[in-house]
């Protein structure tokens, strides 16, 4: 056999062993991690600028990370709020299996006080900084060093160009039920409470409604009245504006803004910190104190302190006298409100709310005050996450002065009037909510004037009266300081305080010198000639347990005598005068529709108010 030469056996075997030796180190390089062949220094980069409530991006470029190639790394960077010191957790993420590369985002929220730390959430206020850094184990030198970058804050100006199109920043607003409330149903409401809050004031920022009359009452815990602003009495944001409720003022006009500023703590806010101050425009003019509970002397009589009652179920409830307050409820309502117009920039018929940190003058966060996570910079906290109602009004305390008035007789110092089927009452001192800018009067019609009685005997409601001058008959209309009110309505109550129907001055159809006649039915039928061409009103209702008629008068004229305040509380309004309010007082009676005149016949008759 024939040997092949020593050097080719060689050459081949060499040849072989360096094409497996390759191959090996091939698999070898595609299995082990990847490490760089030398050190590498870390590059930190982050978004350089943003304007709070949006992401701060952060990126990291370090090969030495990157220690398993078939899976990504991750790596966590601390970030510090050079103002606040507030410090969040970042994490990154490798964008591939072996990039090297690692990105991740924090998001932030525009407010100067501090937040919870690492809670993912960075509370940045204007022109503030954000240091994130990063420890570098192993740089390009092969020793330790820390690298970090720099985020800084944009914002607005003032309060308004940082907080005005923040959601989160807006204390919730609730609509109010004037149906189940015992209020008016031409009338529009708006609620929001706030639990006892030290260090705190609101920030009511609204429009000024096309309307006939709106106004903002604060509350105690006890739901009675502590302040309140009505429409002419509220200066307008921008000092230039009038005030479309003033005489002459421009009415129907619209973006007429004015903000209310409602005191909670012992100090209104002083020296609001940059980006939360106020320039160009006026919050200074109208503020609401809702810092004490009610007491005597304060729109209420020494009636409604001191006084012990028992309750329904036999409880024994004593009022509580102190001071202290467990929270305020808002009221905001509007009469006769005409639907904001078409061409204007703004529509805050509901309007915003913010809650102010008294020390800086920011705005508070919602969320954080919920203790709600927020996950969307553009989202509002929901109304059911902001704390109860029932942490605000002292329940106890609100039934107690409510069974303290039932307690309290009807007076009748001069008996009821005999020709007149309704007695009229003036209201309560105190009622849950009461707008105290209203005088009430109210009536019970009793077993005869009930609706399905009246059918059954073939008759009709007649109410006849005769109405104030009021502003136009339109729902808003530049005001005079002719006018003797107002607003003039009635309310038709079932049960406790369910209004089923109200009618507004503009409802009725009186004659030259105010004089109506209302024809109400609740199904009898009319003859064709009560209409108003013979100088009638009619109002058609339901068939329902009707248990009240409640007539309101809202801000009567300085010159005017014979609005319903000249009631006195739970008085009849019937006096040896022929009444308190003489022939402004509804008069009732029960009959058949046959039996109403043709055209029909005022009721004149002078009152002690005349």
């Given amino acids: 056999m024939k040997r092949a030469p020593a050097s080719t056996h060689a050459n081949g075997y060499s040849a072989v062993f360096r094409d497996w030796r390759l191959l090996f180190l091939l698999f070898a390089s595609l299995c082990l991690p990847h490490i760089a062949s030398a050190d590498v220094t870390g590059k930190l980069l982050v978004t350089p600028t943003v304007a709070p409530g949006n992401p701060v991006a952060v990126q990291l470029r370090d090969a030495d990370l990157n220690t398993h190639a078939a899976t990504p790394q991750s790596i966590s960077l601390t970030v510090l709020n050079n103002a606040s010191n507030e410090i969040e957790t970042v994490t990154l993420v490798e964008t591939g299996n072996n990039s090297g590369v690692f990105v991740g985002t924090l998001q932030t929220l525009l407010g100067v006080a501090a937040g919870s730390n690492n809670d993912g959430l960075m509370h940045i206020g204007p022109a503030k900084t954000l240091t994130t850094t990063y420890f570098d184990a192993r740089n390009n030198s092969g020793v330790s060093t820390t690298t970090t970058a720099v985020t800084n804050a944009t914002g607005g100006a003032d309060f308004f160009a940082n907080f005005l199109k923040q959601p989160a920043y807006y204390l919730p607003v609730f609509p109010l039920n004037g149906e189940q409330f015992g209020g008016d149903l031409t009338a529009s409401y708006y609620q929001f409470y706030v639990p006892a809050s030290a260090g705190r004031e609101l920030l009511i920022l609204g429009e000024y409604p096309r309307a006939r009359y709106f106004a903002v009452t604060v509350y105690d815990d006890h739901g009675a009245i502590i302040d309140t602003l009505y429409d002419a009495q509220i200066a307008p944001l921008k000092a230039s504006v009038g005030n479309p409720f003033s005489v002459g003022g421009p009415a129907n006009s619209e973006d007429i803004l004015y903000a209310i500023r409602v005191q909670l703590a012992d100090q209104l806010v002083q020296t609001p910190q940059a980006g939360c101050q106020f320039t160009g425009v006026d919050v200074h003019s109208n503020v609401l104190d809702g810092r004490y509970r009610h007491s005597a002397g304060n729109r209420y009589s020494g009636d409604q302190t001191g006084f012990m009652t028992t309750l329904q179920d036999g409880s024994s409830i004593t009022h509580d006298d102190s001071t202290d307050n467990e929270g305020v409820w808002v009221i ?90 309704a007695a009229w009452y003036g209201g309560s001192e105190y009622i849950l909510g009461d707008n105290p800018d209203t005088g009430y009067l109210a009536t019970s019609v009793g077993s005869k004037g009930a609706p399905d009685q009246l059918n059954r005997d073939g008759r009709v409601m007649r109410v006849r009266f005769r109405l104030p001058q009021v502003p136009c008959q ?13 607003y003039w309505g009635l309310s038709f109550v079932e049960g406790e305080r369910h209004v089923f129907a109200s009618i507004s001055d503009l409802d009725v159809n009186p004659d030259e010198n105010g004089y109506v006649n209302l024809i109400i039915t609740f199904g009898t039928p009319l003859p064709p000639r009560i209409t108003r061409f013979f100088g009638y009103s009619v109002l058609e209702l339901p068939v329902v347990p009707l248990r009240l008629i409640t007539m309101r008068n809202i801000i009567p004229g300085a010159n005017f005598s014979c609005a319903v305040d000249i009631v006195p509380f739970k008085t009849n309004e019937h006096n040896e005068q022929n009444g308190y309010l003489g022939e402004y007082a509804p008069f009732i009676d029960y009959l058949l529709p046959t039996d109403l005149p043709i055209y029909a016949v005022p009721r004149v008759e002078a009152g002690s108010c005349q």
């Fill in 474 to 486: 339109s729902p808003a209309c530049a005001l005079t300081g002719a006018e003797e009110m107002r």
């Fill in 332 to 421: 905001i309502r509007t009469y006769l409100a005409e639907e904001d117009g078409v061409t204007g920039a703004f529509n805050l018929t509901t309007p915003l709310v913010f809650l102010r940190d008294s020390a800086t003058g920011c705005a508070e966060n919602m969320f954080k005050l919920a203790g709600r996570a927020q996950t969307n910079p553009n989202e509002r906290l929901p109304r059911s996450e902001w704390p109860s109602f029932y942490s605000t009004i002292n329940f106890a305390q609100m039934a107690a002065h409510d069974q303290h008035e039932k307690d309290s007789s009807p007076l009748t110092p001069y008996g009821l009037d005999p020709n007149n089927r």
